[in-house]
């Protein structure tokens, strides 16, 4: 995304506005990182069809769930490749702010669908649990482990873009949580063709669901955060103001608003009670902030004491 430019004005009641730097670091090259989605979107989509046929041909519904993740998972990838790609574009008339939070859409999308394919497998898997079909574990064994190799290649792949996307960082987090779950599968394979045990499968397949619906539960709540206008985790309104009535020359601070704008960027907005001059307050305001809360845009409306305000 392009660099916003801080500035600063004054009008009305004394509004002023800074705009900060957007200082989310890119480690990866943009184009090189969209090649590293690219790959990993073609093992998966290969990987998943692998699952699938040897599923069917073993019979095993634990196969089958995994695939679906893995499905699920390059979904995932292709949302978050476009939402990536939009992401980039500069803030113009329509979209003040940018695209940033395309990916954060993106993100919600995915986790919802996880959920949905969670309860989905965990029905399945019940219903197995008391009718367990034949399963032919030798195909179950190669297959997942044909997966556990892909798994962690995607995860590689993922690694380094996900310190820098709340997105890629969902996706990588779920090949690693792929990676465990087709050790799961293994196990299930290896416990039918060791003991012929054939509930392994159904069990499997309701552990793996609901793993699957946890992780999506926890991942989820943060992506919700952000698009209902939360404040970042572990800060909060009231400590900001506090923070701000403690300067020097502030007499008082009130409809204060903090919210996250994307995955990277905070902005707070006021009115800001002082008989100091604006420009002096509003510097030492924005100056701690920055310091302390890493937040770098800030819009301000002065108010002098005894003065009536104008609402929100």
Same mark, same amino acid.
């Given at each position: 995304?392009?660099?916003?430019?801080?500035?600063?004005?004054?009008?009305?009641? /004394?509004?002023?506005?800074?705009?900060? !730097?957007?200082?989310?670091?890119?480690?990866?090259?943009?184009?090189?990182?969209?090649?590293?989605?690219?790959?990993?979107?073609?093992?998966? +989509?290969? +990987?998943?069809?692998?699952?699938?046929?040897?599923?069917?041909?073993?019979?095993?519904?634990?196969?089958?769930?995994?695939?679906?993740?893995?499905? /699920?998972? %390059?979904?995932?990838?292709?949302?978050?490749?476009?939402?990536?790609?939009?992401?980039?574009?500069?803030?113009?008339?329509?979209?003040?702010?940018?695209?940033?939070?395309?990916?954060?859409?993106?993100?919600?999308?995915?986790?919802?669908?996880?959920?949905?394919?969670?309860?989905?497998? #965990?029905?399945?898997?019940?219903?197995?649990?008391?009718?367990?079909?034949?399963?032919?574990?030798?195909?179950?064994?190669?297959?997942?482990?044909?997966?556990?190799?892909?798994?962690?290649?995607?995860?590689?792949?993922?690694?380094?873009?996900?310190?820098?996307?709340?997105?890629?960082?969902?996706?990588?987090?779920?090949?690693?949580?792929?990676?465990?779950?087709?050790?799961?599968?293994?196990?299930?394979?290896?416990?039918? @063709?060791?003991?012929?045990?054939? #509930?392994? =499968?159904?069990?499997?397949?309701?552990?793996?669901? +609901?793993?699957? #619906?946890?992780?999506? @539960?926890?991942?989820?709540?943060?992506?919700?955060?952000?698009?209902?206008?939360?404040?970042?985790?572990?800060?909060?309104?009231?400590?900001?103001?506090? %923070?701000?009535?403690? @300067?020097?020359?502030?007499?008082?601070?009130?409809? #204060? !608003? +903090?919210?996250?704008?994307?995955?990277?960027?905070?902005?707070?907005?006021?009115?800001?009670?002082?008989?100091?001059?604006?420009?002096?307050? @509003?510097?030492?305001?924005?100056?701690?902030?920055?310091?302390?809360?890493?937040?770098?845009?800030?819009?301000?409306?002065?108010?002098?004491?005894?003065? =009536?305000?104008?609402?929100?």
């Amino acid at each position: 995304m392009a660099n916003e430019h801080k500035h600063d004005h004054v009008h009305g009641h /004394s509004q002023v506005q800074s705009q900060g !730097h957007n200082h989310g670091h890119h480690h990866v090259d943009p184009n090189a990182g969209d090649a590293r989605i690219a790959a990993a979107i073609g093992v998966n +989509l290969l +990987l998943t069809l692998a699952q699938i046929v040897g599923g069917v041909i073993s019979g095993s519904m634990a196969l089958i769930a995994d695939a679906i993740h893995n499905l /699920s998972d %390059a979904i995932s990838l292709v949302i978050a490749f476009g939402a990536r790609k939009l992401a980039r574009r500069p803030r113009d008339g329509e979209m003040t702010f940018g695209y940033g939070r395309a990916e954060i859409v993106a993100a919600m999308v995915n986790y919802i669908t996880l959920i949905v394919i969670s309860l989905y497998l #965990l029905s399945e898997g019940v219903s197995r649990f008391f009718a367990p079909p034949d399963v032919q574990g030798w195909i179950v064994v190669w297959v997942a482990g044909v997966a556990l190799v892909i798994d962690l290649v995607t995860a590689a792949l993922t690694y380094a873009l996900s310190k820098e996307s709340l997105n890629i960082r969902a996706a990588f987090l779920h090949n690693l949580a792929d990676a465990f779950t087709s050790v799961a599968v293994i196990v299930a394979g290896a416990l039918i @063709l060791l003991y012929d045990w054939r #509930l392994a =499968d159904p069990i499997i397949t309701i552990a793996i669901s +609901l793993y699957i #619906l946890w992780h999506a @539960l926890v991942e989820i709540r943060p992506v919700i955060r952000i698009l209902m206008l939360g404040a970042p985790v572990g800060v909060d309104a009231e400590t900001v103001t506090e %923070a701000i009535e403690g @300067l020097d020359g502030i007499e008082g601070v009130h409809h #204060l !608003h +903090l919210w996250q704008i994307d995955e990277h960027r905070t902005s707070v907005e006021a009115h800001v009670v002082t008989a100091i001059a604006p420009a002096a307050a @509003l510097g030492g305001i924005k100056a701690m902030l920055k310091e302390r809360f890493a937040i770098n845009h800030s819009t301000f409306e002065v108010e002098v004491p005894g003065q =009536d305000c104008a609402g929100e």
